[in-house]
């Protein structure tokens, strides 16, 4: 099987997020992954590993904690949820993304063993699109020379597939709303999720900061024998400063350690604290005798990539690209654009799943903003462009609906001048679509210096 067959036997099987709730319920579990992957041999068993849930930051955090381990010298592997523009994207192995070949070499195994084990009816139904994925990523670590892995929990963490890894450290970023309908309807509930990563005996590191998330983390922690590790009282903040749209922070270990300045590459103020969650993680590993030294921690966090979250593409206008898809994200959008475009008109395209809570989001943004453009990402879960400003409208100064993504950037781009800001944000899908284009654009307009455009 070649690439292009792999991808599409995979998408066959619909994304996990897009099946009927009932089906998606009955698929909870972790037996099938675990059947799977025993028949594999257990891969992800043989290489340790860090595991990571939340609901914003833990993509961040793995990134900046993968950068640090390969600055140390370390092969790397990193596992992270949803993908932009190719599916290679979620298998990451030092760095860059698992090849076409690779991937499709794996799948073709893969799925054979679960074609034997739906055969002699040990599998029950056959495993998710997310669960194969998840699969490839454990086959690929383990034949690959992978030497520490990172890997991001999809959604939730009690029954991701993720969860039958025995990592070295746990850590939870922050806990907030969203995929309540899967995960609760409050933050208990959905912390409760989260804290089903917690295994008897682990090192857990938190950098929640809402307190009912954190109590339910620490009883769970209290109940299997984990150790909690809470980043608010590990460490103090000497100093923090803006560096153009990023920021620097020096910061103390508590009552008396190392000091590290830490600059994330990654835009925004809140960054700062899943970085801390980072060199956390990356303190504990070099404690327990791992090969990270307190020099390698801001070195990576420095040069650590996560694209697609206010990733700025371009100047006059400027342009970004920012995932924000819960109005957790939303409100460090809005904290974003009061501390670094408090004086300039931001134009605002933006595109939405049905299962978000788009109403909360567009009372966040739509007010701030000077022009608003919804568009709808090319996928079936899309809110249709038309519906959108039938439930948004009334929170805009002044609204445009232009259904193409494309047609909608570049509307958005023609209407700004070169001291304005163009963001385009919502759906993780849009952002993909948008991003691929821009590259398609760069390229076709300057190939000699396409792929320099971006941070």
């Known amino acids: 099987m070649n690439y292009e067959q792999t991808v599409r036997s995979l998408y066959a099987l619909g994304r996990e997020l897009g099946a009927p709730r009932q089906a998606r319920l009955q698929k909870f579990g972790l037996d099938n992954i675990s059947i799977l992957a025993a028949h594999l041999g257990n891969p992800q068993l043989s290489i340790p590993c860090v595991h990571i849930a939340g609901t914003n930051g833990k993509g961040s955090t793995a990134a900046m904690l993968e950068s640090i381990l390969r600055t140390s010298g370390l092969r790397t592997g990193l596992y992270t949820s949803p993908h932009l523009e190719s599916v290679n994207e979620r298998i990451r ?15 073709t195994r893969v799925q054979a063993a679960i ?16 669960e194969c994925v998840t699969a490839i990523a454990f086959v690929a670590f383990a034949e690959r020379g992978v030497e520490f892995a990172v890997y991001e929990v999809g959604m939730g963490g009690r029954w991701d597939a993720t969860n039958i890894v025995r990592p070295e450290i746990g850590v939870i970023t922050q806990i907030d709303f969203d995929h309540e309908n899967f995960l609760g309807h409050s933050i208990e509930e959905i912390a409760g999720e989260k804290a089903g990563i917690i295994k008897s005996g682990m090192w857990i590191v938190s950098s929640i900061d809402r307190p009912e998330a954190l109590k339910v983390v620490s009883a769970q922690c209290d109940k299997v024998g984990a150790k909690l590790f809470d980043v608010d009282k590990l460490w103090r903040m000497d100093r923090i400063e803006p560096a153009g749209d990023c920021y620097r922070a020096a910061i103390s270990e508590l009552p008396q350690g190392v000091s590290l300045v830490l600059e994330p ?35 990576g966090i420095a040069t650590a990539q996560w694209p697609g979250r206010l990733e700025r593409l371009s100047e006059q206008p400027t342009l970004y690209l920012d995932g924000t898809h819960n109005p957790a994200g939303a409100r460090e959008l809005l904290r974003f654009w009061n501390d670094n475009f408090k004086d300039r008109k931001i134009i605002l395209v933006y595109g939405a799943m049905r299962d978000k809570a788009v109403d909360e989001i567009a009372g966040l943004l739509f007010p701030r903003v000077d022009f608003v453009i919804l568009t709808e990402p090319r996928q079936p879960r899309a809110v249709s462009a038309s519906l959108l400003a039938g439930m948004t409208s009334h929170f805009a100064k002044s609204l445009s609906v232009i259904p193409d993504p494309v047609n909608a950037l ?28 821009w590259h398609r654009r760069n390229f076709e307009q300057n190939p000699v210096v396409s792929g320099q455009h971006s941070r």
Request: hydrophobic share 45%; net charge negative; proline share 4%.
């Open 115 to 130: 074609e034997r084990l739906m055969a002699f009816g040990t599998l029950a139904s056959h495993p998710t699109f997310f």
């Open 265 to 299: 590459s990654l835009p925004g103020k809140f960054q700062i604290r899943n970085a801390l969650a980072a060199a956390t993680v990356a303190k504990l590993l070099w404690e327990r005798g791992g090969k990270v030294n307190a020099d390698d921690i801001p070195r």
């Open 410 to 437: 570049e509307t958005a781009l023609r209407t700004s001048g070169p001291a304005d800001a163009v963001f385009a944000t919502g759906s993780l899908f849009l952002v993909g679509e948008l991003r691929g284009y």
């Open 93 to 107: 192995i030092n760095g860059e993304n698992i090849s076409d070949a690779a991937f499709a070499d794996i799948w």
